[in-house]
């Protein structure tokens, strides 16, 4: 069963995420362990071809610092692997991307680099006192599936959902629109600028995306400043001009 936990952003909207559970983890983190295993035998290679091309001897003394920059580069790529990738890319790794899955702070904000350094330090917590045991028991035992790092560092993982924005033709002649309440009294509104937008919110669903983008810099977004309509990021342009054609056409009697 899916588990969402909700917040409610500065702007008093109610965000929802939906956690990542042990299956997906799992598949990231495989992938990502599989990237990383690769890239050290890389550096192997590379480190260990350097080395006889700039020290031939085969004595200990000469093989000392390759052998020290082997245990360095074995014991710290993998943490800086998660943590560079993380804190870098906002909260994915690689595997991550493929499992559509990201790490972000408690409260919906995006990850801080020091969270990332903490909660993949901890990674060695969670493998005692064998592989993951820990790390598991302690996403079965909290409500948010945090493992022992994300409870340290204030993080959770969460699915990244694929929405599509689909547009329907303004409904003008139904009802209220929900928005109408964010668009004011519209008082400075002629009827030449509510037809001319009816028409651009009759056409949207049609037009192509870099028209729909055009129109909207151009026609709708000039029009909301003189109108005193505030954009808002999370509510998309073309439904705040439908909101403003229902209520100007309404209140005029247009439609």
Same mark, same amino acid.
Request: glycine share 10%.
């Given at each position: 069963?899916?588990?969402?936990?909700?917040?409610?952003?500065?702007?008093?909207?109610?965000?929802?995420?939906?956690?990542?559970?042990?299956?997906?983890?799992l598949l990231a983190h495989v992938v990502d362990a599989m990237i990383v295993v690769f890239?050290?035998?890389?550096?192997?290679?590379?480190?260990?071809?350097?080395?006889?091309?700039?020290?031939?001897?085969?004595?200990?003394?000469?093989?000392?610092?390759?052998?020290?920059?082997?245990?360095?580069?074995? %014991?710290?790529?993998? $943490?800086?692997?998660?943590?560079?990738?993380?804190?870098?890319?906002?909260?994915?790794?690689?595997?991550?991307?493929?499992?559509?899955?990201?790490? @972000? #702070?408690?409260?919906?904000?995006?990850?801080? $680099?020091?969270?990332?350094?903490?909660?993949?330090?901890?990674?060695?917590?969670?493998?005692?006192?064998?592989?993951?045991?820990?790390?598991?028991?302690?996403?079965?035992?909290?409500?948010?599936?945090? @493992?022992?790092?994300?409870?340290?560092?204030?993080?959770?993982?969460? /699915?990244?959902?694929?929405?599509? %924005?689909? $547009?329907?033709?303004?409904? /003008?002649?139904?009802?209220? /629109?929900?928005?109408?309440? #964010?668009?004011?009294?519209?008082?400075?509104? %002629?009827?030449?600028?509510?037809?001319?937008?009816?028409?651009y919110c009759d056409r949207f669903p049609e037009l192509p995306v870099e028209v729909q983008?055009?129109?909207?810099?151009?026609?709708?977004?000039?029009?909301?400043?003189?109108?005193?309509?505030? #954009?808002?990021?999370?509510? /998309?342009?073309?439904?705040?001009?439908?909101?403003?054609?229902?209520?100007?056409?309404?209140?005029?009697?247009?439609?």
């Open positions: 069963m899916a588990v969402e936990i909700a917040l409610l952003s500065p702007e008093k909207t109610v965000l929802t995420y939906r956690l990542a559970g042990v299956g997906s983890r890239g050290l035998y890389l550096l192997f290679v590379l480190v260990g071809t350097i080395a006889s091309l700039l020290m031939p001897g085969t004595g200990a003394d000469a093989m000392g610092p390759v052998s020290g920059l082997f245990v360095v580069l074995f %014991t710290l790529g993998p $943490f800086a692997y998660f943590i560079l990738f993380e804190g870098l890319w906002n909260g994915q790794t690689i595997g991550k991307k493929l499992a559509g899955i990201r790490v @972000r #702070m408690a409260d919906g904000t995006p990850i801080t $680099f020091a969270a990332s350094t903490a909660r993949n330090f901890l990674r060695v917590a969670d493998f005692l006192p064998f592989v993951y045991f820990l790390g598991v028991v302690s996403m079965f035992v909290n409500p948010k599936l945090q @493992r022992i790092g994300d409870l340290v560092a204030g993080t959770v993982v969460t /699915h990244e959902d694929k929405v599509t %924005t689909s $547009f329907s033709v303004a409904p /003008h002649r139904v009802g209220i /629109h929900p928005l109408e309440s #964010m668009v004011g009294e519209l008082r400075n509104m %002629t009827d030449a600028q509510y037809y001319v937008l009816r028409r983008t055009k129109l909207t810099d151009t026609v709708w977004l000039p029009l909301a400043k003189n109108l005193g309509v505030e #954009m808002k990021p999370d509510i /998309h342009p073309l439904f705040l001009a439908e909101a403003v054609v229902m209520k100007y056409g309404r209140v005029r009697g247009l439609l």
